[in-house]
């Protein structure tokens, strides 16, 4: 058997995920995105791979590998679907909508005066976020009326299209921590709490992980989101309302998870790699 990861640099996760590899004695390929270049011709020689795992950090680079892959009949960790369903928030909350699963309110616009009434009418605070993005860059609490004037003004002379779609979501009164649970081939592996004093709680920010206990209402409402975006292996972010319980906030796909190991014990990279070879030996659909 043989595999390859495709990944931009190679950070403690993939260099994680190749050790796994090599304890199980698969051979690995190490695939630097930033060389590739795909003849849609002649994608035969990537079927020399019974697997890939995807592992790049930019979202516009995964999905267009993984398409060209996919059309071709390579099979990939994850699929072009699961990246495209996770990779735009607002998709993600559709999908999570559609499929009841709990998720805070969310409001799309398209121009600065729709996204002010869609602000006015959440209600103060609430949350604007771009539609695509990671480590909680340009998420921003909106406390009233001057501020939401403020960054829908910046957003608008931004320039780029997706800056012009204002994806805005209530605010959550949660303790000074969310949960980020690990789930992989419809199971919740593990998950931590990102504890911070800054509202915004990713490790990359700063946040502390400790271990959070996978219990079944954890377990059942991550799995569900993880089935509403189209399985694999991703990292969804909860929630904890004091009136509604748990609520998935978004969901990742090529998730990092070097500072989750130690805290929860479970030896996250060794079963992502462990889904790849079922995947490769087609033992799931």
Not at 46 to 75: F, H, P, T
Not at 247 to 275: C, Q, R, W
Request: charged share 25%; proline share 4%.
């Amino acid at each position: 058997m043989k595999s390859a990861i495709i990944c931009s640099l190679v950070r403690p996760e993939e260099k994680m995920l190749i050790d796994a590899f090599a304890r199980r004695g698969v051979a690995c390929d190490v695939v630097d995105d930033r060389g590739l270049c795909f003849d849609l011709h002649t994608l035969e020689s990537w079927k020399q791979y019974d697997v890939i795992v995807e592992r790049c950090i930019s979202q516009s680079r995964a999905r267009y590998i993984l398409r060209a892959l996919n059309l071709a009949g390579v099979k990939t960790v994850n699929t072009y679907d699961v990246v495209e369903n996770c990779g735009d928030k607002f998709v993600t909350s559709q999908l999570l909508v559609q499929n009841n699963v709990p998720t805070p309110r969310t409001k799309l616009a398209f121009t600065p005066e729709s996204a002010l009434q869609a602000i006015e009418d959440m209600g103060y605070p609430c949350v604007l976020k771009p539609v695509v993005g990671s480590w909680g860059r340009m998420v921003t609490r909106i406390n009233d009326r001057h501020a939401a004037e403020g960054m829908v003004e910046l957003r608008d002379v931004l320039g780029n299209y997706e800056q012009h779609i204002y994806y805005i979501q209530e605010y959550i009164k949660k303790p000074s921590r969310d949960i980020r649970a690990f789930v992989v081939d419809g199971h919740t592996i593990a998950a931590i709490y990102r504890t911070s004093e800054h509202w915004i709680t990713n490790t990359a920010r700063g946040g502390k992980a400790t271990n959070c206990p996978v219990t079944p209402e954890l377990d059942a409402l991550c799995v569900a989101g993880a089935h509403a975006v189209g399985g694999g292996v991703v990292a969804v972010d909860v929630l904890e309302d004091e009136q509604r319980g748990l609520l998935i906030n978004e969901i990742n796909h090529t998730m990092e998870f070097k500072n989750s190991v130690a805290p929860t014990g479970v030896d996250i990279p060794g079963l992502i790699v462990d889904y790849a070879l079922h995947v490769a030996a087609d033992l799931n659909p």
